[in-house]
């Protein structure tokens, strides 16, 4: 049973920005590290970036620079900014803990950058 859930995907062209949000319950966003993730066609899913519950971040290498991840515990939210989007941005988001718990893998947002 999914513990969160995203929202906010769509299409986008090359260059532009999209945010993510991802919303749960207080103690999954509050005290636990929470962190995106994204599963392009053909390929395995993989870690965006996480964030602990000290605003502590992590960011895969070729998103640093490009998103930004944070938190508001107040409104249960989780939120992916994304900049310069390319088309290998083109993928299915998806919010869960981290590490990730397998029966946690909610539907995602599908967001899709393409011109």
């Known amino acids: 049973q999914a513990q969160l859930v995203e929202s906010g995907g769509g299409l986008v062209q090359p260059g532009e920005s999209l945010t993510l949000s991802c919303t749960g319950s207080?103690?999954?966003?509050?005290?636990?590290?929470v962190g995106w993730f994204r599963q392009a066609p053909g390929k395995q899913r993989e870690l965006v970036a996480s964030?602990?519950?000290?605003?502590?971040?992590e960011y895969a290498d070729s998103m640093k620079g490009r998103f930004i991840i944070s938190r508001n515990s107040a409104e249960n939210t989780m939120y992916l900014q994304m900049n310069s989007l390319e088309p290998e941005d083109t993928a299915i988001y998806y919010c869960?803990?981290?590490?990730?718990?397998?029966?946690?893998w909610g539907q995602g947002t599908q967001v899709t950058v393409s011109s």
């Open positions: 207080v103690t999954v966003l509050a005290f636990r590290s």
């Open positions: 869960n803990v981290d590490p990730p718990l397998s029966r946690w």
């Open positions: 964030i602990a519950p000290d605003g502590t971040t």
